[in-house]
Each structure stands twice: as structure tokens, then as C-alpha cells.
């Protein structure tokens, strides 16, 4: 399918100056082709449908809602598993759910599928070259049939730009002052009295819808399937926090399993107030656990930023099983999404794709990537060859090579293929 414009009407410019954080606004017929089509999004749907039942308990965001209430439902009677087509689907749960709403709902829907992954990331590129990248940028799909949204009348704590893929929906919004002064609508499908203050839009397959994040809105359907999608865009602090800390957690729990669980501490006499003893064995070590954290949190945080920066806070693409890359293999990098690398003390710290990768700091491994990232393809084993004859590769060096490209074709970075003309050999 063709890409899809790339900016709103006004440009981004425009519209992060008059719009952005500060009011709503409405694109009719914008969008045309737009980021997806309904059967892409419909196999998206049915890719994560199926991850979910050939491996239980995997942690697919996949949500169903029923009822008036939207109450979440276990979604395994109702995913789309052996459904032909979107409309087939729909009319199955018609059928499973006489007279009731439904939502499907998936998050990071671009992480299951490499080529709507880089048109989500071309979209928001000179958005974020405005904004700046936030911490997470989520694609969600939503598929449903239903009245006034189960949801009511509620605010988000992101942005959100919002497109339909098949059918209509009404959305009503309203600024914060009229909330406050009508706190009784708030997560409530009942609303008539502040209805004639808000602003109706009708968003249509072509349009775009952008809300601010905080902005209260309701949705209304007709009561037909309706597939929409938004782009959920976060920036708040706490969520960088909580990153650190889980990522704190992850880098010194290992060294806290070694120390002792004591519940006591020795008792020392009193003398004079003045206490000389060492500190107790246990908390001794668990001082030291946390004696090198600045330098383990430098390369955490070094890792998260560089994944941002490749991924503009999109989820990464499901990484792919691959084999191991051979001599005989030629590969093609990403110019316009390039490897990117930042040296710390003895480590490269790598991203591609939104995956991190952390190698020996090497000018030979940098001399590779730069390569890679001409987008020209290469033969491996002559790729090679060269920073053999030039870094003066070891046959360990060559073999941590190999590991490097293999695990960059996994995330999608690279791409197999045979010898064209402007390969390199």
C-alpha cells in the first residue's frame, strides 16, 4: 500500500503550535491512504490472537471488554484465530454476543509488524523533532460494537491522535472547567445536561482526531463494528523513574541474593557513646552490593536511551527466528534507520529497531557498522575480510562478529539477500 502523508494538513510545525497539549482538533479526510488498511490490521489482530494461544500464559496485550460496563472478559473464546477476514470476524461475535457491546483491544499493535513499525516511525518523526521522544508511544487497536462507551466520560494521561479503519464514531470533549463544575459525569455514561457544551466530532475512515492529554471525552458508536486505532503518546517523569528503579532492581539483585537475611543485629555494651565496632558483617555487604551501581545504572540507562532513540518510543518489533549468519550470507543495512552505538569505558553500548545490545568496544565493531549503515549489501565473509586485514581481527573477534550480525538480523536491523548490482563483494 502507498505511505501515508506524513503530516497533518497545517504540518506539524503548525499544528504542535496552535494544538499541541492545548486544544483538540479535527482532520477530515486527511489521510488518505492512511497508516494501515482494514486486512493489515485485521492480520495484526490475528498474528497476536495466535501468539497468545500457542503460548499460554504469554504476556500478549490483548484485552476484551463486554457489557454495558465494558467488564473485562477472558479474551480466548472471542480471539480471532480461524476467522477468515475482519468481516467475518465481526459477524461471529455478533453472533456470540446477541445485543451486547464488545471491545478487543491491543496494545503496541505496531510491535507485530516490521513494515507498519517503520510507517508509524516515519509519521511521528518530525513530530518528536518538536516535542521531543516520550517515554513510550503506543499504537492501539481497538475493534468494537457498542453505544456510549462503557468507558463514560473520562480524561487520558497521554495524547492521543486517533483514525477509523472501518466504520464511524462520535467523539464529544470537553474542556476541564465544565468537568469541574459537573464533577458527577466523570466515568459515567449519563451526561445529557453538559452535552450541548461540548465539541462533536464524527470521525470518519481518512480523518484524524488528536486529544490532548487531560482533555475529558466520551465515545459514542452506532451500535455497528466499528476499527479504530490511536496513537497513545506518554511523557510523564514517573515513568522514567519507575524505569530506573526496575532497571536498579534488575542490576543489583543478583549480588542481593548473597546477602544474609538477618533479622538482628549484634548487641555492643555502651561505652562512653562512642561505638568503634565495624558494621555488622550482613550490612557490610550489603553496602558493598550497591558499591558499584553508578557505572552498572550508567550502561541501564545508556541501553534505554539509545533504544528510545532508535524506536521514537514505539514498542520493538517482535524479533524473529533466524539462523546464524554465515560468510556466504550477504547482508543490507538500514540507512534511513540507522545501528546506532555510544562507547562507555571498555563497552559499545548498541540500538537498532528498539532492541539494545551492549559489545567490546572495538574501532573494528564501529568500522562494521558504519558499513552496515551505508545501506549498500554486503557479503559477509568479504565484510569481514576487511576489518580482519585492517583492525587485525582474532578468529574469537570474527566469531563475536558473526554473533553481532546475527542478532541484528533477528531485531530486524539487517536483511538477507543475494548479490544485486551495488552489492559489494
Given at each position: 500500500?502507498?505511505?501515508?502523508?506524513?503530516?497533518?494538513?497545517?504540518?506539524?510545525?503548525?499544528?504542535?503550535?496552535?494544538?499541541?497539549?492545548?486544544?483538540?482538533?479535527?482532520?477530515?479526510?486527511?489521510?488518505?491512504?492512511?497508516?494501515?488498511?482494514?486486512?493489515?490490521?485485521?492480520?495484526?489482530?490475528?498474528?497476536?490472537?495466535?501468539?497468545?494461544?500457542?503460548?499460554?500464559?504469554?504476556?500478549?496485550?490483548?484485552?476484551?471488554f463486554t457489557g454495558k460496563g465494558f467488564k473485562e472478559s477472558d479474551p480466548r473464546p472471542f480471539l480471532p484465530l480461524a476467522d477468515k477476514s475482519l468481516e467475518a470476524y465481526t459477524q461471529r461475535l455478533?453472533?456470540?454476543?446477541?445485543?451486547?457491546?464488545?471491545?478487543?483491544?491491543?496494545?503496541?499493535?505496531?510491535?507485530?509488524?516490521?513494515?507498519?513499525?517503520?510507517?508509524?516511525?516515519?509519521?511521528?518523526?518530525?513530530?518528536?523533532?518538536?516535542?521531543?521522544?516520550?517515554?513510550?508511544?503506543?499504537?492501539?487497536?481497538?475493534?468494537?460494537?457498542?453505544?456510549?462507551?462503557?468507558?463514560?466520560?473520562?480524561?487520558?494521561?497521554?495524547?492521543?491522535?486517533?483514525?477509523?479503519?472501518?466504520?464511524?464514531?462520535?467523539?464529544?470533549?470537553?474542556?476541564?472547567?465544565?468537568?469541574?463544575?459537573?464533577?458527577?459525569?466523570?466515568?459515567?455514561?449519563?451526561?445529557?445536561?453538559?452535552?450541548?457544551?461540548?465539541?462533536?466530532?464524527?470521525?470518519?475512515?481518512?480523518?484524524?482526531?488528536?486529544?490532548?492529554?487531560?482533555?475529558?471525552?466520551?465515545?459514542?458508536?452506532?451500535?455497528?463494528?466499528?476499527?479504530?486505532?490511536?496513537?497513545?503518546?506518554?511523557?510523564?517523569?514517573?515513568?522514567?523513574?519507575?524505569?530506573?528503579?526496575?532497571?536498579?532492581?534488575?542490576?543489583?539483585?543478583?549480588?542481593?541474593?548473597?546477602?544474609?537475611?538477618?533479622?538482628?543485629?549484634?548487641?555492643?555494651?555502651?561505652?562512653?557513646?562512642?561505638?568503634?565496632?565495624?558494621?555488622?558483617?550482613?550490612?557490610?555487604?550489603?553496602?558493598?552490593?550497591?558499591?558499584?551501581?553508578?557505572?552498572?545504572?550508567?550502561?541501564?540507562?545508556?541501553?534505554?536511551?539509545?533504544?528510545?532513540?532508535?524506536?521514537?518510543?514505539?514498542?520493538?518489533?517482535?524479533?524473529?527466528?533466524?539462523?546464524?549468519?554465515?560468510?556466504?550470507?550477504?547482508?543490507?543495512?538500514?540507512?534511513?534507520?540507522?545501528?546506532?552505538?555510544?562507547?562507555?569505558?571498555?563497552?559499545?553500548?548498541?540500538?537498532?529497531?528498539?532492541?539494545?545490545?551492549?559489545?567490546?568496544?572495538?574501532?573494528?565493531?564501529?568500522?562494521?557498522?558504519?558499513?552496515?549503515?551505508?545501506?549498500?549489501?554486503?557479503r559477509v565473509g568479504a565484510l569481514l575480510d576487511e576489518q580482519t586485514a585492517t583492525w587485525h581481527w582474532s578468529a574469537s573477534d570474527r566469531a563475536e562478529a558473526h554473533q553481532l550480525l546475527t542478532q541484528?538480523?533477528?531485531?530486524?536491523?539487517?536483511?538477507?539477500?543475494?548479490?544485486?548490482?551495488?552489492?559489494?563483494?
Open positions: 500500500m502507498s505511505t501515508m502523508t506524513s503530516a497533518p494538513p497545517i504540518g506539524w510545525k503548525n499544528f504542535i503550535a496552535r494544538y499541541w497539549r492545548k486544544a483538540p482538533v479535527h482532520f477530515p479526510a486527511a489521510f488518505r491512504p492512511g497508516l494501515l488498511s482494514p486486512d493489515e490490521g485485521f492480520e495484526i489482530f490475528a498474528t497476536a490472537s495466535r501468539a497468545t494461544a500457542e503460548k499460554p500464559g504469554s504476556r500478549v496485550p490483548l484485552h476484551f455478533a453472533t456470540q454476543l446477541p445485543g451486547q457491546n464488545f471491545v478487543l483491544a491491543l496494545n503496541h499493535a505496531e510491535a507485530w509488524n516490521d513494515s507498519l513499525w517503520l510507517r508509524c516511525r516515519t509519521f511521528l518523526q518530525e513530530l518528536y523533532e518538536g516535542v521531543g521522544i516520550p517515554e513510550n508511544t503506543d499504537l492501539v487497536f481497538w475493534l468494537s460494537r457498542a453505544g456510549v462507551s462503557g468507558f463514560g466520560v473520562h480524561n487520558d494521561p497521554f495524547d492521543h491522535l486517533i483514525f477509523v479503519l472501518t466504520g464511524r464514531k462520535r467523539f464529544l470533549l470537553w474542556p476541564t472547567d465544565i468537568i469541574r463544575a459537573h464533577p458527577e459525569v466523570v466515568n459515567d455514561t449519563t451526561y445529557l445536561g453538559i452535552r450541548d457544551q461540548s465539541l462533536i466530532v464524527d470521525l470518519e475512515p481518512g480523518d484524524m482526531l488528536y486529544i490532548p492529554q487531560g482533555y475529558y471525552h466520551v465515545v459514542e458508536g452506532d451500535n455497528q463494528p466499528c476499527f479504530q486505532f490511536s496513537l497513545a503518546i506518554t511523557s510523564e517523569r514517573m515513568l522514567w523513574l519507575d524505569w530506573f528503579r526496575g532497571s536498579m532492581w534488575r542490576a543489583q539483585e543478583p549480588q542481593l541474593r548473597e546477602v544474609p537475611a538477618s533479622m538482628t543485629i549484634p548487641l555492643i555494651p555502651p561505652q562512653g557513646g562512642e561505638v568503634t565496632a565495624p558494621l555488622p558483617e550482613h550490612l557490610e555487604q550489603l553496602t558493598h552490593a550497591f558499591s558499584g551501581i553508578g557505572s552498572s545504572m550508567r550502561l541501564q540507562v545508556a541501553r534505554g536511551w539509545l533504544a528510545r532513540l532508535t524506536s521514537l518510543g514505539l514498542g520493538p518489533p517482535q524479533e524473529r527466528d533466524t539462523r546464524a549468519i554465515t560468510d556466504d550470507d550477504t547482508l543490507q543495512g538500514d540507512s534511513d534507520n540507522p545501528i546506532l552505538l555510544y562507547a562507555l569505558g571498555d563497552s559499545l553500548v548498541g540500538a537498532a529497531r528498539g532492541h539494545s545490545f551492549v559489545t567490546r568496544a572495538s574501532e573494528g565493531v564501529q568500522a562494521l557498522v558504519e558499513r552496515l549503515n551505508s545501506g549498500q549489501r554486503w541484528l538480523h533477528r531485531v530486524r536491523a539487517l536483511e538477507l539477500g543475494s548479490l544485486l548490482p551495488g552489492a559489494v563483494d
